[in-house]
């Protein structure tokens, strides 16, 4: 009596076992790679706006603090954007004419805000709260970067989970006196680690690694 399958099937099948298998673990592992890459995370990329915004001239040039357009970040979960009569507490004087603002005066006539595309997005099961951040120390520089080097806002920071908990681990280091928060370029006199440690003591900052610390 024949045999039903020929020698060669075994080959056959642990070569098809092997490819999927392998092309299972290859998925899984491209995924991976690609939410840790910035081409995944998004950093780096650049997101056209509405309105040409230059974060240099208006930080470095005008020497406009970052809460002035950003009001509820020592407060509230997000920072906030601005609302269009807040531009046009210099904008109905400063370049009231400038065609590149037309879109401002066209929200600010209209009460129509201005679309603003989203440049920092994390997932919609991440909790997070600008407020505690701001209070506790954590500069506006530590996630966002240099953004009075920005002609546009730019994602610096990755925002993966592993990049958060790096932090929340072992906060001390990303830590500065609470007048230096939205300082472009702090740097800390002395020596940094006694200021850190010394921050942690006066503004009781703690590691925090709970699940339930990001996810509610």
Request: hydrophobic share 35%; glycine share 8%; net charge positive.
């Amino acid at each position: 009596m024949s045999s039903l399958f020929r020698p060669r099937s075994n080959t056959a099948f642990r070569l098809v076992l092997l490819l999927l298998v392998g092309g299972a673990l290859g998925t899984l592992g491209g995924l991976m790679v690609w939410a840790r890459v910035p081409a995944g995370t998004g950093q780096a990329e650049e997101i056209v706006q509405p309105v040409q915004f230059d974060h240099r001239h208006h930080v470095v040039d005008d020497g406009i603090d970052c809460r002035y357009c950003h009001t509820s970040v020592e407060r509230a979960p997000s920072a906030g954007l601005p609302s269009t009569a807040l531009c046009m507490n210099c904008h109905s004087q400063v370049w009231n004419k400038s065609p590149r603002l037309e879109p401002v005066r066209v929200s600010y006539f209209t009460g129509q805000p201005i679309a603003w595309e989203r440049v920092h997005r994390l997932p919609d099961f991440v909790y997070f709260n600008h407020a505690i951040h701001v209070n506790k120390g954590v500069g506006c520089e530590t996630c966002h970067g240099r953004v009075d080097q920005m002609p546009a806002i730019q994602q610096v920071a990755p925002l993966t989970m592993g990049w958060c908990l790096a932090c929340h681990r072992n906060p001390a280091p990303n830590l500065r006196p609470l007048d230096q928060i939205t300082t472009m370029g702090w740097r800390p006199e002395g020596d940094p680690a006694a200021l850190a440690q010394e921050l942690m003591k006066r503004l009781d900052v703690h590691s925090r690694t709970s699940c339930t610390t990001c996810h509610r």
